[in-house]
């Protein structure tokens, strides 16, 4: 937590964050890893790792587990407390931390899910747009990706931003509704998290 807090003021923006996810949230996120054998998950942004011990948990034999995240502080957290114990006690489950920016990973293949931490809210839309394509590109046809906002935050923006800031959230929330209706979305609110939050899953 205290690790989470300091790396959040720090780099804010790519945090976006004031603490790290609860399990309530982490419950539903993970939800959209299918069931079934020799499975391909990618997560995106983990931090200090609420989503990954989900992930870990529903993790088998013969599965295969991507992690993308660009701060230091977070691989050093992540691999040390979580993927090293995990490794150890399960050779059969690939796992493998990339210290890098989505846009930059060096990763192939399909995946059968994926799990997005990344804060959109804070990107510019050209970005967003970016890391959806190449997220959409590394996921299996049939497959769902999964990510969380903040609820409220947006019409927060809208209320009281300046006309400016008014403009760009309705283009925001264009964006992502366009993004709900080409991929099939849907969402569900999670009120246990702070703050409330809502994943939504969009299919391929
Ligand atoms: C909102 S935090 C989520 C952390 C964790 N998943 C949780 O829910 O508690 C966003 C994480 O995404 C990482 N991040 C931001 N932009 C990124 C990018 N372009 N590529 C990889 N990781 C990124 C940040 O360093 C941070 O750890």
Redesign the pocket.
């Known amino acids: 937590m205290i690790r ?1 807090v300091s ?1 959040a003021i720090k ?1 804010y923006h ?4 004031i603490a ?2 609860s399990r309530f ?2 419950r539903e996120m993970v939800a959209s890893i299918p069931k079934g054998d020799n499975r391909r998950v990618l ?10 011990k989900a992930i870990l948990k529903k993790l088998q034999e013969g599965d295969e587990f991507h992690i ?4 230091d502080a ?1 691989c050093e957290d992540v691999e040390k407390n979580l993927l090293g114990p995990f490794r150890s006690e399960n050779p059969d489950v690939s796992v493998t931390l990339h210290h ?4 930059d ?1 060096p990763i192939e293949g399909v995946f059968d899910a994926i799990i997005c ?3 959109f809210n804070n990107f510019p839309l050209p970005l967003v747009e970016s ?1 959806f394509g190449s997220m959409f590109t590394l996921l299996k046809e049939g497959g769902e990706l999964s990510y ?1 906002e903040y609820l409220g935050m947006r019409s927060l923006k809208y209320v009281f931003g300046t006309p400016t800031l008014r403009k760009a959230t309705e283009e925001r929330t264009a964006d992502i509704n366009a993004r709900m209706r080409e991929h099939q979305g849907s969402e569900e609110r999670v009120w246990c998290n702070l703050p409330p939050s809502r994943v939504v899953r969009l299919r391929k």
């Open positions: 989470f790396q780099n790519a945090t976006g964050a790290p996810s949230l982490a997560e995106v942004g983990c931090g200090t790792g609420a989503f990954t993308v995240e660009m701060n977070f890098a920016l989505i846009e990973a931490g990344l804060p890391i969380f």
